[in-house]
């Protein structure tokens, strides 16, 4: 068995994994650091938790760029993790500014199922099955003397919220694109693609200084 299921409840269902260091990440995309990164200059960032950093690709005036920064626009106990769509117009608003709109790569994500009379929120990992590292819609604001981040989601065929996978081949076209054109984006990845479950980690979770590879 290559996969685990797990599910999350509650807030801990805005969770992901990513296993490339800031450096792989840099080398895959063929982007560089961005001259002042948000949330500080991390080297690896594998458990991506709401309220924490994550690695982000946005645009920059030198071209796409790799940023840190915060999961979750808006203080607060609650801020914004995951935005359902862009047809809201404060979203509308701010993904119509190519500026503010970012990649963010991955591993693995949660997607959240329905909520269920008297039960808590729930949530499955998944991961895609031909790519080991996946990137998902995002978009950005200035927060303080930082920046944050959230999700762009889109609804899957049993109209579950899931994330807005972006394929390789429409990178460009997110960070660059009218309003009308990556409206069109979002849509839920086939089903066929995904892997439910949460990926084996193929390395320890940590390894001691000077240790043997």
Do not use: K
């Not at 840099?26 to 001259?35: L, P, Q």
């Amino acid at each position: 068995m290559t996969m685990m299921d797990l599910t999350l409840r509650g807030a801990a269902s805005d969770r992901a994994t990513l296993d490339r260091t800031a450096e792989d990440l840099c080398r895959s995309f063929a982007i560089s650091w961005t001259a002042q990164a948000s949330w500080g200059t991390w080297s690896e960032l594998a458990d991506l938790r709401s309220g924490h950093p994550a690695f982000v690709i946005r645009h920059t005036p030198e071209g796409a760029g790799l940023d840190t920064q915060r999961w979750g626009i808006g203080e607060g106990r609650e801020p914004t993790t995951r935005i359902p769509g862009l047809s809201l117009p404060w979203w509308r608003r701010l993904a119509e500014r190519p500026a503010q709109r970012c990649l963010i790569p991955l591993t693995a994500c949660t997607m959240a199922s329905s909520a269920r009379p008297g039960r808590d929120r729930r949530a499955t990992w998944f991961a895609l099955a031909d790519a080991p590292v996946f990137t998902v819609a995002g978009l950005w604001r200035d927060s303080g003397d930082a920046r944050c981040f959230a999700l762009v989601e889109c609804e899957d065929g049993d109209l579950s919220p899931m994330p807005m996978i972006v394929a390789a081949a429409d990178r460009e076209r997110w960070l660059h694109g009218s309003i009308e054109d990556i409206a069109a984006l979002q849509r839920p990845c086939p089903p066929e693609m995904l892997r439910i479950g949460l990926p084996r980690p193929t390395a320890p979770a940590y390894r001691p200084l000077n240790a043997p590879f």
